[in-house]
T-cell receptor, first 116, second 113 residues
C-alpha cells in the first residue's frame, strides 16, 4: 500500500510556542491530504483538507489561524499549531488519498503533541 | 443519531477465537467501506476495503457489507495476540470519496494468549 510518513512522532513544547508537523507521501503524489485530531479513546476528527497549491479547507469549529496548513508540493503538507496551549495537546494524524475517488486513505504514524 | 455507530468495547477474547466486529450506518449513499486497525499511539492502517455489497477475504480477515441492513462486519479467524488493537470502520459515498470519510468510534480488541 501507499506510504505516508509523519514527523515528528512526539513533541513537547511550552505554552505560547508554535509547533510544525510534517506529512509526506513517500511513494505517490497526493494532491489532497487530510489532517485529523484524535482524543484518547475517541475516533478521528477531521480538522481540514489540504490541497496542493491552494488554501486548506477547514471543518466547522476549527480555527484556521490557530492551525496553519501548507501544502507546498505534491508530497508534503505541514500543520503548524500556533501559540500552542495545553488544550491543544492531542494526537494529530495526517492522511493522503491515492485519488480516483475511491475513498481509500493512507495514514501517517501520527504526532503526539504535549503542550506544557 | 450518529451516521456511523460502532460499539467501543472493550472486547476481550482468547487466542484462536473468531472475532466479529460490526458497524451500522444510516446514510444509504455510502458505497465505499473500510476497516482500519490502529495500534496504541500509531496511525490507522488500512486493513480491508470493500465497494458496495458483498464479501471480501484477505487471509484471516473477512469483510462483509449488507447494504440492505446498513450493516458491515469484519471477521478475524484464528485470532492472534498481535491482532490486539482498536479497529475502526469507515465509509463514504461516491461523490465525497476520501473528502468526507466517516469513521466509527472504534472497537478496542484484546486477544488473550
Amino acid at each position: 500500500g501507499a506510504v505516508v510518513s509523519q514527523h515528528p512522532s512526539r513533541v513537547i513544547c511550552k505554552s505560547g510556542t508554535s509547533v510544525k508537523i510534517e506529512c509526506r507521501s513517500l511513494d505517490f503524489q497526493a494532491t489532497t491530504m487530510f489532517w485529523y485530531r484524535q482524543f484518547p479513546k475517541k475516533s478521528l476528527m477531521l480538522m481540514a483538507t489540504s490541497n496542493e497549491g491552494s488554501k486548506a479547507t477547514y471543518e466547522q469549529g476549527v480555527e484556521k489561524d490557530k492551525f496553519l496548513i501548507n501544502h507546498a508540493s505534491l508530497t508534503l503538507s505541514t500543520l503548524t499549531v500556533t501559540s500552542a496551549h495545553p488544550e491543544d495537546s492531542s494526537f494529530y494524524i495526517c492522511s493522503a488519498s491515492i485519488g480516483g475517488g475511491t475513498g481509500e486513505l493512507f495514514f501517517g504514524e501520527g504526532s503526539r503533541l504535549t503542550v506544557l | 443519531q450518529k451516521e456511523v455507530e460502532q460499539d467501543p468495547g472493550p472486547l476481550s477474547v482468547p487466542e484462536g477465537a473468531i472475532v466479529s466486529l460490526n458497524c451500522t450506518y444510516s446514510n444509504s449513499a455510502f458505497q465505499y467501506f473500510m476497516w482500519y486497525r490502529q495500534y496504541s499511539r500509531k496511525g490507522p492502517e488500512l486493513l480491508m476495503y470493500t465497494y458496495s455489497s458483498g464479501n471480501k477475504e484477505d487471509g484471516r480477515f473477512t469483510a462483509q457489507v449488507d447494504k440492505s441492513s446498513k450493516y458491515i462486519s469484519l471477521f478475524i479467524r484464528d485470532s492472534q495476540p498481535s491482532d490486539s488493537a482498536t479497529y475502526l470502520c469507515a465509509m463514504t459515498d461516491i461523490i465525497q470519496g476520501a473528502q468526507k470519510l466517516v469513521f466509527g468510534q472504534g472497537t478496542r480488541l484484546t486477544i488473550n494468549p
